[in-house]
């Protein structure tokens, strides 16, 4: 290495000294739990010397140089030999294109050879370039340990489980299932129509593969050639047999006929079934449960079209605003029709440009329009000839019908609800733990399982009680700023005597939209505010704000905020009128955002001040504004020591998906950083990518952006341990996560210290969408019977081999408490099952937007919330540019959904200038 190289490093590890052994070590070097296979990398440079014999000398020496240096140890987990091989051979395909692409440098820069052979390694050596023979060893170490990692398993549980807190006894809504079928025949299944007026089909079955089934194997010895996912798809289609065709089935979700429904508009009801699957744990269970959908209702098209518009009686003809509300509901909805004589049932596709009386259809030499077609060929006469048609079938057979002679089919609604229904829909499907619990208990009662004759021919015996389980309750942390403790889930604001950094307030502006508050009225609420600020050590003074009550209307709304900024104003209270409240939430957060900070209050509040609501105010604000509300104790627990005494750094990172309705929407990924020890400071990013894609494709420049913002407000220092909380994955993308998502960690720690700066990774899941509830059996906490916060699961139901535990860490307030699932993937921290079970529990009490612990680590809600909001700037875009094919999900070319990608992609990286959460939106 270079002298300028050696001195940078040398300052590098002055400045990190201190580091604990843990951060210092690389992720190939540290000892793992397992007995680990190595692989030797003089093997592997050899093979590339030996594959290479057209290779100068000076390669030769590099290579020889390397081999006498020291040996690579790589992590391989509990890979076999074959992957061993594999992976050398990967790694002399990079290691060759390594030498290469070092070559052509050292020829460009030097003097031209007659020859066509590589510039020797002596003549290297002498011209004083050493650097060159680290520069290769190094990098074709770094080959050999990524293709390694391609093939790595995921960590394994270090510890018989966790032993901290109290014990508690459980139901777990999971049945122990026995299977005795050893292994099952896969098949192909084929319909060829002979005759299309007689209707007669040849059906063709091929055997394609025989199913291993056997769990037993897999469970005690941990097979990783048996095909888990194959074996327990063969048991959930045994199981959905019995009641195929008597019930709909959405997904895993069965509803029988006569299930209970209850309607929550004009056109749309509730259905309350179940869902079964079987999970893999310490046994083969069956994980049963209840659940609710939203279903159209069987009806005439013009009610629904009535409905969703809002009116009583069907309009003669739409304007392009109601086309385009109609189409967001009908748009891939089935329909029938019986104008045949028969039912036929139809998807739509869109709705037509043209009407009744515009389209035209050819008859016998003749032209006639679709009035004129229905009524000489079924004597129907249309009432609404002016309304837009139903389209239906593919792009180069599109057909259309009047909306009036169709019928909507029961069916599962896929698009979004609005927020009346949503609360209408929570308000019906939340089920108290006991209830719940009942429930599940009468499901497994009537379907008699035990009498399944699909079930006895596979050799599967479910029992039929619910599973008992011990687990445990976690202490909450204490909390510096209060008096006395905190409760489970939760601590009260009006405890809290003085916030541990106070923050300024700077010049502000009340903005009263639609006159939705007078003057006097705002400033009322200003001081009473600021008073209950006082309370908690916060000398913000009234008299710096100003009041406008002149915006009445949302296209002026960008003018006025331009104009504040144009002024120096930093903060904005902005009082939403009642009416159309969420529009202006809306457009101000996308104009706002990373120019100006926003506090949104609603026009209720203003009047009628409620002290807790202040509280949370305040509590809101000062985050926002730079100060630190609330700490967690650490000196209470030693656990903490090791963390909280280095710089440490908690990621969380979610990517959101488009709706069925616009699958041709872009997918945004959202990952935010603590940037302080008091996790109360954060840094947010968002990025658009290709749509219905999980893993992040700019995870590594968007960490290490991060990781320069971390340094930046810290005195120069970089995070010595990571944690990286993935939300929204799925068990089938673990791997994929792993590879992906770990490598582009590493690499962006390597651009920031290059090979020296090394932080310690752990990298965990975190899963919401799963079905498994705990109900107490001492009858739990509060009306709904719940477990407490704070109770830990990590025996019996969980992985039989991996890291994964539950963790409810919220007090359920309404309906059954819902655990969330985490799953290490990775760790170079070597955590215990205690360590990271209480370190999870205890940063959720962090979350900057209430007084209660949140459900799941505030980082990763953070990255939620940035992930919706990007939802609300594409809205706001789509609307703004009037792009109505876009906003309706009608059908657009390749080259738009780019453009409008890039266009996203453009937008959401102009506000990385402005990466610290607290100025923007995100406590909201």
């Not at 060759?96 to 031209?112: F, N, V």
């Not at 990013?685 to 971390?710: A, G, H, N, Y």
């Not at 992985?799 to 919220?810: A, E, G, Q, T, V």
């Amino acid at each position: 290495m270079g002298k300028k190289s050696k001195k940078k490093s040398q300052s590098q590890s002055k400045q990190n000294k201190g580091r604990s052994n843990s951060g210092k070590q690389s992720a190939k070097n540290r000892p793992q739990k397992s007995t680990d296979k190595k692989i030797d990398s003089h093997a592997s440079f050899q093979e590339i010397a030996d594959s290479n014999d057209e290779c100068s000398s000076r390669e030769d020496h590099v290579i020889q140089n390397l081999s006498d240096s020291s040996k690579l140890n790589v992590d391989q987990g509990n890979e076999s030999q074959n992957v061993n091989e594999q992976s050398s051979v990967n790694a002399q395909q990079l290691g060759e294109t390594a030498l290469m692409q070092k070559d052509i440098e050292l020829e460009e820069e030097s003097k031209p050879c007659t020859s066509k052979e590589t510039i020797p390694c002596e003549r290297t050596v002498k011209s004083g370039r050493e650097e060159d023979v680290e520069y290769i060893a190094a990098e074709l170490e770094k080959n050999v340990e990524l293709a390694a990692r391609s093939s790595k398993e995921l960590v394994r549980r270090p510890d018989s489980g966790g032993t901290i807190g109290k014990a508690i006894q459980l139901h777990a809504n999971h049945f122990e299932a026995r299977v005795s079928l050893h292994s099952a025949f896969q098949h192909v299944v084929k319909f060829k129509e002979t005759g299309r007026e007689s209707r007669n089909f040849v059906i063709v079955i091929k055997l394609v593969g025989t199913i291993d089934m056997s769990f037993d194997t897999y469970l005690n010895n941990y097979d990783v050639n048996f095909k888990l996912a194959d074996a327990l798809r063969v048991l959930d289609t045994a199981i959905k047999n019995k009641s195929w065709e008597s019930t709909i089935h959405s997904s895993r979700h069965v509803f029988g006929a006569g299930c209970p429904t209850q309607d929550i508009s004009d056109h749309l009801q509730i259905w309350s079934g179940h869902q079964t699957s079987f999970r893999p744990c310490w046994m083969i269970t069956l994980n049963l449960d209840v659940s609710s959908k939203t279903f159209f209702k069987k009806q005439p098209a013009l009610e629904l079209l009535a409905a969703t518009l809002e009116v009583e009686q069907v309009p003669d003809s739409l304007n392009k605003s109601q086309i385009k509300k109609f189409i967001k509901v009908v748009k891939g909805l089935k329909i029938k029709t019986t104008h045949l004589g028969y039912e036929k049932k139809q998807t739509i596709t869109k709705l037509s440009d043209d009407t009744a009386l515009t389209h035209m259809i050819d008859h016998d030499n003749s032209r006639e329009n679709v009035k004129q077609y229905f009524k000489r060929l079924y004597d129907i006469d249309l009432k609404y000839p002016n309304l837009p048609l139903f389209k239906y079938g593919e792009k180069k057979h599109k057909r259309a019908l009047p909306i009036e002679i169709c019928s909507i089919v029961e069916q599962v609604m896929k698009h979004k609800l609005t927020s009346q229904q949503q609360s209408r829909m929570i308000e019906i499907s939340s089920k108290p733990a006991r209830e719940r619990k009942k429930t599940i208990e009468n499901v497994m009662n009537n379907y008699n399982f035990g009498e399944d004759q699909y079930l006895k021919e596979f050799g599967i015996t479910v029992s039929k009680q619910l599973m008992h389980i011990e687990g445990r309750v976690l202490l909450p942390p204490g909390i510096n700023e209060m008096r006395g403790e905190s409760g489970l889930g939760k601590y009260e604001l009006k405890n809290v005597q003085k916030y541990n950094k106070p923050s300024d307030m700077p010049d502000f502006c009340i903005i009263a939209p639609s006159r939705s508050s007078n003057q006097c009225e705002a400033f009322h609420f200003i001081q009473e505010l600021f008073k209950t600020a006082r309370y908690k050590g916060l000398n913000w003074d009234a008299n710096r704000g100003d009041f406008n009550n002149r915006l009445n209307k949302l296209r002026d709304l960008q003018k006025c905020v331009n104009h504040y900024i144009n002024q120096g104003m930093k903060l904005l209270f902005w009082i939403l009128p009642f009416r159309d409240a969420s529009q202006w939430y809306k457009k101000i957060k996308y104009f706002c955002d990373g120019r100006i900070m926003s506090q949104c209050v609603q026009q209720k509040l203003v009047r009628q001040p409620r002290p807790d609501a202040l509280q949370n105010i305040v509590l809101k604000l000062n985050i926002k504004l730079g100060g630190t509300s609330t700490t967690l104790r650490k000196e209470e627990t030693a656990i903490y020591k090791e963390i909280f005494n280095r710089p440490f750094m908690i990621i969380g990172a979610d990517v959101t998906h488009p709706s069925p309705s616009q699958k041709q929407m872009p997918s945004y990924a959202g990952v935010v950083a603590s940037l302080n020890r008091g996790l109360s400071q954060y840094g947010g990013l968002l990025r658009c990518q290709e749509s219905k894609k999980e893993l992040i494709e700019d995870l590594q420049s968007m960490v290490t952006k991060l990781l320069k913002r971390f340094a930046d407000k810290n005195n120069g220092r970089f995070p010595e341990k990571i944690i990286y909380y993935r939300d929204g994955v799925s068990e089938g993308q673990f791997q994929k996560v792993l590879v992906h998502e770990l490598d582009a960690l590493q690499k962006a720690c390597m651009n920031i210290h290059s090979d020296d700066y090394q932080p310690a990774i752990t990298i965990i899941t975190v899963q919401k969408r799963h079905h498994t509830r705990f109900f107490p059996k001492d009858g739990g906490i509060g009306k709904s019977g719940n477990v407490p916060a704070g109770t830990v699961v990590d025996k019996k139901v969980v992985h039989p081999f991996n890291f994964d535990f539950y963790l409810c860490s919220h007090e359920g307030i309404r309906g059954t408490s819902k655990p969330f699932h985490y799953c290490v993937l990775y760790d170079d921290n070597n955590f215990s099952s205690d360590y990271i079970q209480m370190f999870t529990y205890h940063i959720c009490y962090t979350y900057g937007r209430c007084a209660r612990s949140v459900s799941y680590p505030p980082p990763t809600y953070y990255a939620h919330h940035l992930c919706m909001r990007a939802r609300h700037y594409q809205d706001e875009y789509l609307e703004m540019t009037d792009n109505q094919s876009l906003f309706s999900g009608s059908s657009i070319s390749s080259g738009e959904e780019k453009k409008f990608r890039e266009n996203m992609q453009s937008f959401l990286m102009g506000r990385d200038c402005t990466i610290d959460m607290n100025e923007m939106m995100y406590y909201k």
